[in-house]
């Protein structure tokens, strides 16, 4: 209904061949809930995109059967710029984690296509290779300071250039990102898990934990912290200023960035570097942000921000003001995404680093990928495309498990940011 009309014939098939026949999604469970994206064409060939959105899976999966799918059906897959503005401007709402999620999905299935149509990976087709690998951080986390302390240690062991470290703060249980021995894994009930938070706990730990760590490992290693939104704008300039003795590659998330503007409050009181864009979702949520310098990362990756075709426009526009990226790649995000992302942080001049957290054994089976890791860096491999595939019938054999987000309140019951 909605292919072109034009006859156009290039070498890579002519727009009946590269014509939407179907697609679908597919929700699976194989160790946390994925959504993903699959998209043929007439000729047979099929691409990939992500569409997890932790905790609110079904709304993004609805969106897309229900609201986009109808709209695919019949356009020309080569046409991907233009299906991104028909799906962004011509869907009259815009923007939010839902409609953006859905919309990365189709954008990535599509540069996925294009990719094996000319047989080229995404990075080639982005401009080409900027650098040999991609730098990644791992997450190590300890119950105290010196169960964190370790965990740095391990990793470096495993040859990781770069680690995030968080500690349990005393006072309060089920800390952001500690879990007792296996993977930090946060959503983990079918209703919020609540947790109480203590900021001036939490102020007076940090500043120890990084002491120790320079104390343990010198300063070769880059150490990466994530407050995840918890602080007041002047409590977050506090701690910003209070661990620059301990030279941070980065404090993440010191406080929401729903106002822009508080970022300014930070900068005016220290020089330790900031990241922030997790849960943004388009160029508008870091605009002011990156225009004034606010910012040294921006953490926005392809799933949630609108796909490559969006990323691209931040990334460059962020290049303009000295902003790198440093794309969130937390276990929620699937190996769909990070086989995109890591073509992007393959090709993108201001490249920063990439947060790589293990998946699930189960999860690495559902969908295999030719991405890999060695000296501290994750390499994307050269298959045409984004080189991530699902097995299908391994993905049937875990079937979605309702899972939420935990919750924070502060010690008196106010809700907080968790
Ligand atoms: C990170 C993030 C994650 C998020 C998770 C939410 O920096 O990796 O903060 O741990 O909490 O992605 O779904
Ligand atoms: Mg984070």
């Known amino acids: 209904m909605n292919a072109s009309s034009s ?66 059906i019949g356009r020309d897959a080569g046409r991907i710029e233009d299906i991104w503005q028909f799906l962004y401007r011509g869907a009259y709402w815009r923007r939010g984690p839902v409609t953006m999620t859905a919309i990365a999905a189709v954008d990535v299935a599509l540069w996925d296509i294009l990719g094996k149509l000319a047989g080229m990976p995404i990075y080639q087709l982005l401009g080409g290779r900027s650098r040999e690998g991609a730098l990644v951080y791992g997450h190590a986390n300890g119950r105290d300071v010196a169960e964190a302390s370790d965990a740095v240690g391990r990793f470096i062991e495993q040859g990781f250039l ?20 296996k993977a930090y894994e946060p959503a983990e009930s079918e209703l919020p898990l609540e947790t109480v938070w203590s900021t001036p706990q939490y102020l007076d730990i940090v500043p120890q934990l990084f002491e120790r760590l320079r104390a343990d490992h010198g300063n070769d290693v880059h150490l990466l ?16 200023r209070s ?30 570097p900031l990241a922030v864009g997790e849960v943004f979702n388009s160029i508008w949520d870091c605009k002011h942000l990156i225009e004034n310098q606010l910012i040294d990362y921006i953490r926005t990756t392809i799933v949630h921000g609108g796909g490559i075709t969006h990323l691209r426009r931040m990334a460059d526009f962020a290049a303009l003001h000295q902003v790198r990226t440093g794309f969130h790649g937390a276990t929620d995000l699937s190996p769909v ?9 393959t090709w993108v001049p201001n490249f920063g ?66």
């Open 243 to 272: 661990v620059e003795p301990y030279r941070l590659f980065w404090l993440e998330d010191a406080t929401p960035a729903e106002n822009q503007k508080s970022f300014e409050l930070i900068r005016q009181h220290s020089t330790t």
């Open 225 to 240: 912290h994530d407050v995840h939104h918890r602080l007041t704008p002047i409590e977050a300039a506090r701690l910003a």
């Open 353 to 418: 680093i990439q947060e790589y957290m293990f998946h699930a054994d189960e999860t690495n089976e559902v969908f295999p990928h030719d991405y890999a890791f060695h000296d501290g860096r994750l390499h994307c491999g050269e298959a045409p495309g984004h080189g991530v595939s699902i097995d299908e019938k391994l993905a049937a054999r875990f079937p979605y498990s309702p899972k939420q987000l935990p919750v924070a309140r502060l010690e008196d019951g106010t809700m907080w940011d968790w």
């Open 7 to 72: 006859s156009e014939t290039t070498s890579h098939g002519s727009h009946r061949d590269r014509e939407i026949v179907d697609a679908r999604v597919i929700v699976t469970c194989p160790g946390r809930n994925f959504v993903t994206l699959k998209i043929e064409t007439r000729s047979g060939i099929t691409g990939l995109g992500d569409a997890t959105l932790n905790g609110r899976e079904l709304a993004v999966a609805s969106y897309l059967q229900d609201h986009v799918v109808p709209n695919l």
């Open 162 to 181: 770069a680690v995030r470290a968080q500690c349990g703060v005393p006072g309060v249980k089920k800390a952001y990102g500690i879990s007792s021995g």
């Open 337 to 345: 995404c990070m086989g995109a992302a890591l073509h992007f942080d």
